[in-house]
């Protein structure tokens, strides 16, 4: 729960959970992760029935494009590469992986967006980068970042956050800013080590989306406030 932090229900080994690193939902509310150790993607869905897909040793980030269409998944360690998956109407692969991209740069964390597009960084290079999954296109879209190691893009606002790994920063980006250097915002310094973000995209009383959110810091950092 985003307001409270209270954990409200955990998934372990009953549900195929092995080496857990990123997790993604779909559009039909069905968990899909990471098993590093194992090489293979768990699903879990409403119902609560649960399996595996196949992937690669030591995959890491992941996730599902917001129409359900696309399962992105990369590896880190290793074998530097992106794959996808493509999905049928039942959550579950209708072909075989597709190799995206070979040596991108470490692409530790994958977030999709309302735009349609996945927003990743790169541990390696310091970019952020955004997949057209239609097209295929890869765009940098922000640069100079110290290992960035997670991002999350608030769908209401529009603003990008993420994490520098071993300085300890959260930090906000706002895209439409074409000067890189005042569309950065450190908006707090943490232990080092921070791995994940999330920021909830609030929703008004009306329906709307409200202008800030929360930010869940992974890691050795802790939950910040609106940002």
């Given at each position: ?59 890491n980030s992941i996730a ?164």
């Amino acid at each position: 729960d985003p307001d409270t932090g209270k954990v409200i229900r955990t998934y372990g080994e009953e549900y195929g959970v092995v080496g857990l690193d990123d997790v993604s939902e779909g559009p039909d509310g069905t968990l899909y992760f990471s098993n590093i150790p194992i090489g293979k993607i768990g699903y879990i869905r409403p119902d609560d029935t649960h399996g595996y897909i196949d992937a690669k040793p030591w995959i890491n980030s992941i996730a599902v494009t917001r129409d359900g269409k696309w399962l992105y998944w990369g590896i880190v360690i290793g074998d530097d590469q992106l794959w996808r998956h493509p999905l049928g109407e039942d959550g579950l692969p209708s072909g075989p992986a597709e190799l995206v991209e070979a040596n991108p740069g470490w692409s530790n964390s994958m977030d999709p967006s309302n735009d349609g597009h996945i927003y990743s960084p790169l541990n390696l290079y310091g970019d952020i980068r955004k997949i057209n999954p239609e097209t295929g296109k890869i765009t940098t879209v922000y640069t100079d970042l110290e290992f960035p190691s997670a991002c999350d893009i608030d769908d209401s606002t529009g603003l990008l956050y993420s994490t520098e790994f071993h300085l300890g920063y959260i930090t906000r980006i706002d895209l439409k800013q074409k000067d890189p250097k005042k569309a950065k915002r450190i908006l707090a310094v943490v232990p080092p080590a921070t791995d994940n973000i999330a920021v909830t995209d609030i929703v008004n009383k009306q329906g709307g989306r409200a202008r800030g959110g929360c930010l869940h810091g992974g890691g050795d950092g802790g939950r910040g406030g609106p940002g």
